[in-house]
């Protein structure tokens, strides 16, 4: 795994690709759900949060909250694994059974240096740049809904999310470590279950659920640890 | 060599021949496929040695392991070509990872080996886009890009038609000989054998149990070999004309 590449400008080439199959492809998706979702937890804290002596801000405030330590680095690793560590264990399970891996074995490839290690570099390095646009779609969507229902004024929301603006440099490093922890447990648990498939489609299958599984398991025992580990 | 408590290859020694079509025959089950796994080293056999002109190929370093493989040409059963490549790619995959070539210089000795295969027009097209025949033809160019010493070919007409399994057959033959390589051909196929069967050894059991050519296969008196070969009813009926 860790050996040196057979030839350096293939392996570049397979990061990018990677990079742009993990994450780019995956923005979609995770720009669709976080605005949604920043919307949607405007207007329940709107709504909830209706007491007079409390500053319209406030929904801002949790908003913002929300977003950056909970829901876009661990829900949209979530989703992530479902697309991409389902995508990744299929990818590679279906090398196995059509012994499209053993072609790379005789021909003298390290397998799991060539296809596995691009996906972890790729996912740690792409994963907090796609966070980053879960978070600022988040606000966004957040906005839409302060504007377009008008529960609380625009400004106030904006203020929210302003606030205590000295946390917030740490709230976002604590939620890109974070991402950064579940890009390798997505990709490493996936490609592990991928690559080790025998059988044929039925466990190409198998092997991919197990990946979303696993990785979602361990992504929320990572989180709770982290979250430990960083915050308390 | 054994998978748990099933021994799948028991005593099989064996020479192959440079410049000939090697084949390994035997019913399904015997132990062919595994044997040809030990040879190119994804199972390592628990004794014996496999020797790569002299030298033991299970007693090399990594490196040697590597320089070795890099001579080895592989045909798989199902073609095992890269779904996410198009034809062209896959058959310049060894050279881009394997030489110093030019892009320019690849894709004349992909194109050449393509032509040679009777592959042409087919580039830019996926596996997918291809029929099974053009997919064994497009794996051979790959298996033959960087002009290797030895060929393996894991029974390389499955699934295809008699006369597509003829011309396959005869383009290994003929390329065994054009590059003096030395091929080996798994096969459960009487067809093959008797097409291109220069050297055989037929597995039984676990152990090589026979060992002649593609005209004395249908002489032999050897009851295992008898039954294998003269298993299909034309062949029973040819044997009956024969007599």
Redesign the interface.
């Known amino acids: 795994m860790f050996t040196k590449p057979?030839?350096l400008s293939?392996y570049w080439t397979r990061l990018m690709e990677e990079m742009l199959q993990l994450g780019v492809k995956s923005l979609g998706i995770v720009i669709l759900m976080s605005a949604f979702m920043g919307a949607v937890i405007v207007i329940q804290s709107a709504t909830a949060i209706d007491a007079a002596w409390i500053p319209d801000y406030t929904v801002g405030f949790t908003a913002k909250q929300s977003i950056i330590l909970e829901f876009s680095p661990t829900i949209m690793s979530l989703i992530l694994a479902g697309k991409v560590g389902s995508n990744i264990a299929s990818e590679l399970g279906?090398?196995r059974v059509?012994?499209?891996i053993?072609?790379l074995?005789?021909?003298?490839?390290n397998t799991k240096a060539y296809l596995i290690r691009p996906k972890i570099i790729a996912a740690v390095l792409i994963f907090p740049v796609v966070i980053i646009f879960s978070m600022a779609f988040g606000f966004g969507g957040g906005w839409m809904a302060a504007f377009g229902t008008g529960l609380i004024p625009e400004e106030q929301y904006i203020v929210g999310i302003q606030s205590f603006y000295d946390d917030n440099l740490w709230m976002i490093t604590y939620a890109l470590i974070k991402t950064t922890v579940f890009a390798f447990i997505i990709t490493s648990v996936s490609s592990y279950h991928g690559y080790y498939t025998s059988g044929g489609a039925l466990e190409v299958g198998k092997s991919s659920t197990n990946a979303v599984v696993y990785s979602s398991v361990l992504i929320l025992l990572a989180n709770l640890l982290l979250t430990q580990l960083l915050l308390i | 060599m054994s998978f748990g408590d099933t021994q799948v290859l028991h005593d099989v020694s064996f020479k192959f021949e440079r410049g000939k079509t090697n084949l390994v025959i035997g019913q399904s089950g015997s132990g062919k496929s595994v044997l040809t796994k030990c040879i190119i080293g994804l199972h390592a056999p628990e004794n014996g040695q496999i020797l790569y002109d002299g030298v033991d190929f299970s007693a090399m370093k990594k490196k040697e392991k590597k320089k070795i493989r890099t001579q080895i040409g592989m045909l798989f059963q199902a073609g095992a070509l890269f779904d996410s490549l198009s034809v062209i790619e896959n058959v310049i995959f060894p050279l881009k990872m394997f030489t110093k070539m030019s892009r320019k210089e690849m894709l004349d000795r992909a194109n050449f080996c393509l032509e040679r295969v009777d592959i042409i027009n087919k580039n830019n097209l996926f596996p997918s886009e291809i029929s099974g025949g053009m997919q064994k033809r497009v794996a051979i160019a790959r298996a033959i890009v960087m002009k290797p010493k030895y060929l393996f070919c894991d029974e390389p007409n499955s699934g295809l038609d008699p006369l597509t399994a003829i011309l396959i057959d005869n383009l290994i033959k003929e390329l065994t000989e054009e590059y003096n390589m030395t091929t080996v051909v798994i096969t459960h196929d009487m067809n093959s054998v008797l097409e291109i069967g220069e050297n055989i050894m037929f597995i039984y059991n676990g152990n090589n149990h026979w060992v002649g050519d593609k005209d004395s296969i249908i002489t032999t008196s050897n009851k295992e070999v008898n039954d294998f070969v003269y298993s299909s009813k034309f062949l029973k009926l040819f044997k009956e004309k024969m007599n």
């Open positions: 057979e030839k293939v279906s090398m059509t012994e499209q053993d072609a074995e005789i021909m003298g490839i």
